[in-house]
């Protein structure tokens, strides 16, 4: 079929030059997509790369992921790798890619393979995708894949079908916007033999492979939605290009249908009948209902139910739409072609009233010659049924405006009176100018109906009054009659267009105020700083577009709904009704499905991240219409609301957030200054303590007890200080982790030798298995836990207690236990302990100012453990701790002769 070719919009030819410009500074991103590893992303992607290296492109490789393939791995020699960087995440040295090394060397080109890779922490984005978007930025173009699974609006979908669930996902917007898309396709016979060749895993892991991942039925699954993905990117791509060149015609690329909604009845038919064909192709569908200037004067049971009709199809499904526009054929045609749309489904017309008259389905055929109409038959009640007739033409519309009548019937009078004096100075034809004119005026300032009422007066009383014989409706000469029914039809039609043209001039000034109101109200919320301010102005807005008293209903700090304003009230509000809109994130109350005789409606307002909220709005009876316009307004201006009130909460959010870092780094500074501070002179006086006792001639026993006590006392206060400084550093993040494989009973050891003194009360029993695997951690700062554990363990149990300190291999982790017999911990008080200055009794004769138990989960959590604390059955208390056993190296046997 021939392309034709229209002039095109030039308010879209700006859009489209302004997204050219910024595209031109921006990188190409072609994504090499596959239905699951193995089919050969990577290696199609490494071929084309060399194909552009032997045409001369300057291309560079950021990340690519061979997976031990020696294939894939031989088409990287040659060439130019960027060096990967080295991160330090817990001990470990993980390789990332290198974004500044990348913009340094700025590439024409880049490959990164796996787009949905997370980086590792400490990367300056979380997310691989984020670095190819600075790539783009920057000019480079990129070149990565990407699996189905991974795209975010499939993830679900995928891991429904394989029960295995992908937290690694790209946002769909990323891949819509690629400017390629190349399906790497390969059947799930072929994938299924290189997975058995060991050529997409090691054999150990394709064996796990086959029996969960790669089942038959879940590689035809993903494969099909590989297909349709790449279906539906490739139709929105026709529609760009159709847009781009202003294609006029429909291309019949798939089985895609419009449904026309009128305004009579047994549109529903057509909505279900659509619906039934869209599941049969398997295609989205649309809906549109076109509302003209005469369908505007609709009473407001039709409108009604022509939003109705519209309802029930989104909720079946179809994208939905409501336009304006002079002809309905052409406003039709225009928006199937827009969207690419082959097959329209209308109602069946009535009989027509003129042989001549031609139905809605033939004028569409002769609009769009390239679309499939299909009739589709009312019900017989339907058909029969009164169709709905406008507002003005109403015997109760006639009965309300007779006053304008009364002022048509005054007007023509009027001008009867006032050129009967001058029928001897004027022509005829100068006096019906004069009728016309005060038709026409009549309509300008009464509407339709008073106008044509005028203009038949207008000809009665020329006919009466001035056209020979007078004062008689009689002619005396025949070319009178053509006057007459020229006369009317002039001032017929021209009334008739001036009460219309008039007629939308209101509605254009109505949309205005509308648009404007709704401008001032967004202004307004950009720099409201508190929820009282939103709703202050929120309701002010509901009063003055829609006449209607409202309350904003916002989440406290327990997630729970609460009025907002300190003064406006809503007697009729139900709080279940809100609390269920909230939860299903749904209309709910008047007018609407759900629970529709209710007095109040409620709007949920859904933000970006959530729903925030609830807007509760109270018809006025007489000025709430379900007009498609207020609708949108209504959907619109509950959009900003709830932007609004995600922005002030996070702008709170991120207040405290300050407060609390400012409050941390002031209180770890005052920590770390008074730890320094006060560590030297307690040095000191142990030292001079220490040198009274060892100074000849030696002291009294009296004096020695307190120069001992003096001791006792300063290493006590030391201890505390030093606890004081290591929770500063903690807390401050300055801790530098010296990881190795180190035994266990060293540390424990070195423990017990540092505590001896504490513990010289106490019977003190150490269980380590032989086979206890060598343990990956700090020997400093792990000698520290057991110091303090053991120290705490020896405070709180009286003298003669027994303190017991074992270990045990639990799976892929070694668990380690220290446990007393003493009274044990206060219930509910367990993980409470642990939380900085927390002591199990507030007042307690047991010094100390309860940082030793902050101090160890701290420390046992840096190393990637757990720690955790609860009371034995026979009495006393036991700390846990975890620590991962990892892969340990053997140690090697003393052979002894």
Request: net charge negative; proline share 5%.
């Given at each position: 079929?021939?392309?034709?070719?229209?002039?095109?919009?030039?308010?879209?030819?700006?859009?489209?030059?302004?997204?050219?410009?910024?595209?031109?500074?921006?990188?190409?991103?072609?994504?090499?997509?596959?239905?699951?590893?193995?089919?050969?992303?990577?290696?199609?992607?490494?071929?084309?790369?060399?194909?552009?290296?032997?045409?001369?492109?300057?291309?560079?490789?950021?990340?690519?992921?061979?997976?031990?393939?020696?294939?894939?791995?031989?088409?990287?020699?040659?060439?130019?790798?960027?060096?990967?960087?080295?991160?330090?995440?817990?001990?470990?040295?993980?390789?990332?890619?290198?974004?500044?090394?990348?913009?340094?060397?700025?590439?024409?080109?880049?490959?990164?393979?796996?787009?949905?890779?997370?980086?590792?922490?400490?990367?300056?984005?979380?997310?691989?995708?984020?670095?190819?978007?600075?790539?783009?930025?920057?000019?480079?173009?990129?070149?990565?894949?990407?699996?189905?699974?991974?795209?975010?609006?499939?993830?679900?979908?995928?891991?429904?079908?394989?029960?295995?669930?992908?937290?690694?996902?790209?946002?769909?917007?990323?891949?819509?916007?690629?400017?390629?898309?190349?399906?790497?396709?390969?059947?799930?016979?072929?994938?299924?033999?290189?997975?058995?060749?060991?050529?997409?895993?090691?054999?150990?892991?394709?064996?796990?492979?086959?029996?969960?991942?790669?089942?038959?039925?879940?590689?035809?699954?993903?494969?099909?939605?590989?297909?349709?993905?790449?279906?539906?990117?490739?139709?929105?791509?026709?529609?760009?290009?159709?847009?781009?060149?202003?294609?006029?015609?429909?291309?019949?690329?798939?089985?895609?249908?419009?449904?026309?909604?009128?305004?009579?009845?047994?549109?529903?038919?057509?909505?279900?009948?659509?619906?039934?064909?869209?599941?049969?192709?398997?295609?989205?569908?649309?809906?549109?209902?076109?509302?003209?200037?005469?369908?505007?004067?609709?009473?407001?049971?039709?409108?009604?139910?022509?939003?109705?009709?519209?309802?029930?199809?989104?909720?079946?499904?179809?994208?939905?739409?409501?336009?304006?526009?002079?002809?309905?054929?052409?406003?039709?045609?225009?928006?199937?072609?827009?969207?690419?749309?082959?097959?329209?489904?209308?109602?069946?017309?009535?009989?027509?009233?003129?042989?001549?008259?031609?139905?809605?389905?033939?004028?569409?055929?002769?609009?769009?010659?390239?679309?499939?109409?299909?009739?589709?038959?009312?019900?017989?009640?339907?058909?029969?049924?009164?169709?709905?007739?406008?507002?003005?033409?109403?015997?109760?519309?006639?009965?309300?405006?007779?006053?304008?009548?009364?002022?048509?019937?005054?007007?023509?009078?009027?001008?009867?009176?006032?050129?009967?004096?001058?029928?001897?100075?004027?022509?005829?034809?100068?006096?019906?100018?004069?009728?016309?004119?005060?038709?026409?005026?009549?309509?300008?300032?009464?509407?339709?109906?008073?106008?044509?009422?005028?203009?038949?007066?207008?000809?009665?009383?020329?006919?009466?009054?001035?056209?020979?014989?007078?004062?008689?409706?009689?002619?005396?000469?025949?070319?009178?009659?053509?006057?007459?029914?020229?006369?009317?039809?002039?001032?017929?039609?021209?009334?008739?267009?001036?009460?219309?043209?008039?007629?939308?001039?209101?509605?254009?000034?109505?949309?205005?105020?509308?648009?404007?109101?709704?401008?001032?109200?967004?202004?307004?919320?950009?720099?409201?700083?508190?929820?009282?301010?939103?709703?202050?102005?929120?309701?002010?807005?509901?009063?003055?577009?829609?006449?209607?008293?409202?309350?904003?209903?916002?989440?406290?700090?327990?997630?729970?709904?609460?009025?907002?304003?300190?003064?406006?009230?809503?007697?009729?509000?139900?709080?279940?009704?809100?609390?269920?809109?909230?939860?299903?994130?749904?209309?709910?109350?008047?007018?609407?499905?759900?629970?529709?005789?209710?007095?109040?409606?409620?709007?949920?307002?859904?933000?970006?991240?959530?729903?925030?909220?609830?807007?509760?709005?109270?018809?006025?009876?007489?000025?709430?219409?379900?007009?498609?316009?207020?609708?949108?307004?209504?959907?619109?201006?509950?959009t900003l609301i709830a932007i609004a009130l995600e922005r002030v909460h996070f702008i709170a959010v991120a207040q405290e957030a300050l407060i609390q870092m400012e409050s941390e780094q002031?209180?770890?500074?005052?920590?770390?200054?008074?730890?320094?501070?006060?560590?030297?002179?307690?040095?000191?006086?142990?030292?001079?303590?220490?040198?009274?006792?060892?100074?000849?001639?030696?002291?009294?026993?009296?004096?020695?007890?307190?120069?001992?006590?003096?001791?006792?006392?300063?290493?006590?206060?030391?201890?505390?200080?030093?606890?004081?400084?290591?929770?500063?550093?903690?807390?401050?993040?300055?801790?530098?982790?010296?990881?190795?494989?180190?035994?266990?009973?060293?540390?424990?050891?070195?423990?017990?030798?540092?505590?001896?003194?504490?513990?010289?009360?106490?019977?003190?029993?150490?269980?380590?298995?032989?086979?206890?695997?060598?343990?990956?951690?700090?020997?400093?700062?792990?000698?520290?836990?057991?110091?303090?554990?053991?120290?705490?363990?020896?405070?709180?149990?009286?003298?003669?207690?027994?303190?017991?300190?074992?270990?045990?291999?639990?799976?892929?982790?070694?668990?380690?236990?220290?446990?007393?017999?003493?009274?044990?911990?206060?219930?509910?008080?367990?993980?409470?302990?642990?939380?900085?200055?927390?002591?199990?009794?507030?007042e307690s004769a047991v010094t100390g100012v309860g940082l030793g138990l902050s101090i160890v989960r701290a420390i046992v959590e840096a190393h990637e453990g757990t720690v955790s604390a609860?009371?034995?059955?026979?009495?006393?208390?036991?700390?846990?701790?975890?620590?991962?056993?990892?892969?340990?190296?053997?140690?090697?046997?003393?052979?002894?002769?």
């Open positions: 079929m021939a392309e034709m070719v229209q002039r095109p919009d030039p308010d879209a030819l700006l859009a489209q030059l302004e997204a050219d410009a910024l595209q031109a500074r921006r990188g190409k991103l072609k994504i090499f997509f596959g239905a699951s590893p193995g089919v050969g992303k990577t290696y199609a992607m490494l071929s084309a790369a060399r194909v552009l290296v032997g045409q001369g492109v300057d291309l560079a490789i950021g990340v690519v992921e061979t997976h031990g393939r020696s294939e894939t791995a031989a088409l990287l020699q040659g060439l130019d790798l960027i060096p990967l960087r080295l991160i330090d995440y817990k001990g470990h040295q993980l390789q990332e890619f290198d974004l500044d090394a990348a913009l340094a060397r700025a590439p024409e080109l880049i490959l990164m393979d796996e787009l949905a890779h997370s980086n590792a922490p400490g990367s300056r984005h979380p997310k691989r995708w984020q670095d190819v978007e600075e790539l783009l930025g920057a000019g480079i173009d990129v070149c990565t894949t990407v699996n189905v699974q991974h795209l975010e609006s499939l993830n679900d979908v995928v891991g429904g079908i394989t029960g295995t669930k992908v937290w690694e996902t790209v946002p769909d917007h990323v891949f819509d916007s690629a400017d390629e898309i190349i399906l790497v396709d390969l059947p799930h016979e072929e994938l299924l033999r290189r997975l058995q060749e060991g050529k997409v895993y090691i054999p150990q892991q394709a064996e796990r492979a086959v029996q969960n991942f790669f089942r038959k039925g879940n590689l035809l699954a993903l494969r099909e939605l590989a297909l349709r993905r790449t279906a539906d990117r490739v139709d929105d791509d026709v529609l760009a290009y159709r847009r781009e060149k202003s294609v006029s015609t429909v291309w019949p690329t798939q089985e895609s249908l419009l449904v026309c909604v009128s305004a009579g009845v047994g549109s529903n038919k057509l909505i279900r009948a659509g619906a039934r064909q869209a599941a049969q192709f398997n295609v989205s569908w649309h809906a549109i209902y076109v509302e003209t200037p005469r369908l505007q004067r609709l009473p407001a049971d039709a409108r009604a139910r022509i939003l109705r009709t519209l309802k029930l199809a989104q909720d079946l499904g179809a994208t939905t739409a409501s336009l304006s526009g002079q002809d309905p054929i052409a406003v039709t045609v225009a928006y199937a072609r827009d969207h690419n749309l082959g097959k329209v489904i209308i109602g069946r017309d009535t009989a027509r009233l003129w042989p001549w008259q031609r139905s809605f389905a033939e004028r569409m055929s002769r609009a769009g010659p390239e679309l499939d109409v299909v009739l589709v038959a009312r019900d017989r009640d339907e058909r029969e049924s009164t169709p709905p007739t406008l507002s003005e033409s109403t015997p109760t519309a006639v009965a309300r405006d007779w006053p304008g009548y009364a002022w048509a019937a005054a007007a023509v009078a009027l001008v009867a009176c006032l050129m009967t004096p001058l029928l001897h100075l004027l022509d005829l034809a100068n006096i019906v100018m004069v009728f016309l004119l005060a038709a026409v005026f009549v309509a300008y300032k009464l509407g339709r109906g008073p106008g044509a009422f005028a203009a038949l007066l207008a000809v009665a009383a020329f006919d009466f009054f001035f056209v020979p014989p007078r004062f008689s409706f009689a002619v005396s000469d025949v070319q009178y009659i053509l006057t007459f029914a020229v006369m009317l039809a002039v001032a017929l039609l021209i009334g008739q267009l001036t009460a219309g043209l008039k007629f939308q001039v209101a509605v254009a000034e109505s949309r205005e105020q509308r648009i404007r109101a709704l401008f001032e109200m967004a202004r307004e919320l950009s720099s409201a700083l508190a929820t009282e301010q939103i709703a202050e102005i929120s309701e002010r807005f509901v009063q003055r577009v829609f006449g209607a008293p409202s309350l904003l209903l916002a989440l406290d700090t327990k997630d729970k709904l609460v009025s907002v304003s300190e003064t406006a009230t809503l007697p009729q509000l139900d709080a279940g009704i809100a609390q269920w809109a909230f939860d299903h994130n749904e209309l709910a109350g008047f007018s609407t499905g759900t629970l529709p005789s209710a007095p109040v409606l409620y709007v949920p307002l859904k933000a970006p991240m959530r729903t925030r909220g609830i807007l509760a709005i109270l018809p006025t009876a007489g000025q709430w219409t379900a007009a498609p316009e207020q609708q949108r307004l209504l959907e619109t201006s509950a002031l209180r770890n500074s005052l920590l770390s200054a008074l730890s320094h501070d006060l560590r030297t002179p307690l040095t000191v006086l142990t030292g001079l303590a220490d040198s009274l006792s060892l100074a000849g001639p030696p002291l009294p026993k009296a004096q020695d007890d307190i120069a001992q006590s003096i001791r006792d006392e300063a290493l006590r206060t030391s201890a505390l200080v030093t606890n004081l400084l290591d929770m500063a550093r903690l807390q401050s993040r300055n801790v530098k982790i010296n990881r190795d494989w180190q035994p266990l009973e060293e540390i424990i050891g070195v423990a017990l030798q540092a505590r001896a003194h504490q513990l010289s009360g106490h019977s003190v029993e150490v269980t380590l298995p032989a086979d206890l695997p060598l343990l990956y951690f700090d020997p400093i700062l792990m000698e520290r836990v057991f110091c303090n554990l053991l120290e705490n363990a020896a405070k709180y149990t009286p003298t003669g207690s027994t303190i017991s300190l074992w270990a045990r291999q639990n799976g892929d982790s070694v668990e380690i236990i220290v446990e007393d017999n003493g009274p044990g911990l206060p219930h509910g008080k367990e993980e409470a302990l642990f939380e900085a200055f927390a002591r199990g009794r507030n609860g009371n034995r059955d026979e009495g006393g208390t036991r700390f846990v701790i975890r620590l991962p056993a990892g892969n340990a190296p053997e140690v090697p046997r003393e052979v002894v002769e």
